[in-house]
């Protein structure tokens, strides 16, 4: 019986140590300037759990969509809009401002 609780009692203690390293912290916020206006879609990454600053700007009163983050902010003619917020899953999101122009693909790793 000593055997056996012996034997559990290593087990456990290994699982403990063999779990998967935890990435990183992200070093600080990605901040990105975009402009609906010149717009040239491409793809920022991001580590999951980073902060996220986006300032659009537009000619045109527009809405800028963050999809599967769920994020929305109204740009005004002449007036930025900031969306900030913090990615806490993977994936890629893209950015759009609303109908239809691709600001920006954001990929969480």
Do not use: I
Not at 72 to 95: C, H, I, N, Q, Y
């Amino acid at each position: 019986m000593r055997t056996l609780f012996a034997l559990l009692t290593a087990l456990l203690v290994l699982a403990g140590c063999s779990s998967a390293p935890q990435a990183p912290p992200p070093a600080g916020p990605l901040v990105l300037r975009l402009s609906v206006d010149q717009a040239s879609p491409q793809r920022v990454e991001a580590v999951r759990g980073q902060a996220v600053e986006l300032t659009v700007t537009s000619e045109e009163p527009v809405d800028v969509h963050v999809h599967g983050v769920d994020v929305l902010a109204k740009v005004e003619s002449g007036k930025p809009a900031v969306l900030e917020f913090t990615v806490d899953r993977t994936g890629t999101f893209d950015v759009e401002a609303h109908p239809d122009t691709l600001l920006v693909q954001l990929v969480v790793r």
